[in-house]
């Protein structure tokens, strides 16, 4: 996790410790979910959190007028609670793939 968000860390630089406290790490990622580009620096000494991330593809079995998507789970059972995002050139794209 940088700065809150998960990340695949993809580049990491770790600095001497000086007069000013120990040792430090610069570590560089890229948002998972919105691909941008994210600095941190962190202690050596200290923890940092790592999300735990699993990739699940559904089919897709509706989009509703509404905009909600039913979607089938592997256990073939119907998911219906995922709503559209509100971005609309995004919920436009989504729709017309569908149609």
Request: proline share 4%; hydrophobic share 35%.
């Given at each position: 996790?940088?700065?809150?968000?998960?990340?695949k860390?993809?580049e990491?630089?770790?600095?001497?410790?000086?007069?000013?406290?120990?040792?430090?790490?610069?570590?560089?990622?890229?948002?998972?979910?919105?691909?941008?580009?994210?600095?941190?620096?962190?202690?050596?000494?200290?923890?940092?959190?790592?999300?735990?991330?699993?990739?699940?593809?559904?089919?897709?079995?509706?989009?509703?007028?509404?905009?909600?998507?039913?979607?089938?789970?592997?256990?073939?059972?119907?998911?219906?609670?995922?709503?559209?995002?509100?971005?609309?050139?995004?919920?436009?794209?989504?729709?017309?793939?569908?149609?």
């Amino acid at each position: 996790m940088l700065k809150g968000n998960p990340c695949k860390v993809i580049e990491t630089a770790v600095s001497k410790p000086g007069k000013h406290g120990s040792a430090k790490i610069h570590v560089t990622g890229i948002d998972i979910f919105t691909n941008k580009k994210i600095d941190d620096i962190f202690s050596t000494a200290g923890t940092a959190w790592a999300p735990n991330v699993t990739k699940v593809e559904y089919e897709v079995a509706d989009i509703s007028d509404d905009g909600f998507v039913s979607l089938i789970e592997k256990d073939n059972t119907l998911k219906e609670d995922i709503k559209l995002p509100a971005d609309a050139e995004i919920n436009e794209m989504l729709q017309k793939c569908w149609d």
